[in-house]
């Protein structure tokens, strides 16, 4: 899969965060189906970065941005960073659509 990342310039920047590790790691099971860590916390940060961003609400007490932006490799603040998340969630599903269909 590292070299089928090369179609994915905003995966292949981010090729030395824990987001790309989790991605490319072993598959964990969520409702008897395999799926990435990665992807498992993409789904999750897409519904927290969105309230964030939108209601200015934290999703919860501990959680910090300045965490999403490290594990993810982003940058920026407010709409800007939600557009960076999603701009690289539509890549990451592009990728993992063309993995699944060539095995």
Do not use: C
């Not at 790691?25 to 970065?49: F, H, Y």
């Not at 965490?67 to 940058?75: A, C, D, H, N, S």
């Amino acid at each position: 899969m590292i070299n089928s990342l090369k179609a994915y310039p905003m995966l292949t920047d981010r090729r030395d965060t824990q987001f790309v590790a989790d991605l490319l790691s072993a598959p964990m099971s969520v409702n008897g189906n395999p799926m990435s860590q990665g992807i498992w916390n993409m789904i999750i940060t897409k519904r927290d970065l969105s309230m964030w961003t939108k209601h200015k609400m934290k999703p919860h007490r501990g959680w910090k941005v300045s965490q999403v932006k490290t594990y993810f490799g982003l940058t920026g603040h407010g709409q800007k960073l939600l557009d960076q998340f999603l701009a690289l969630k539509a890549e990451t599903d592009a990728a993992w659509q063309s993995i699944w269909a060539d095995s």
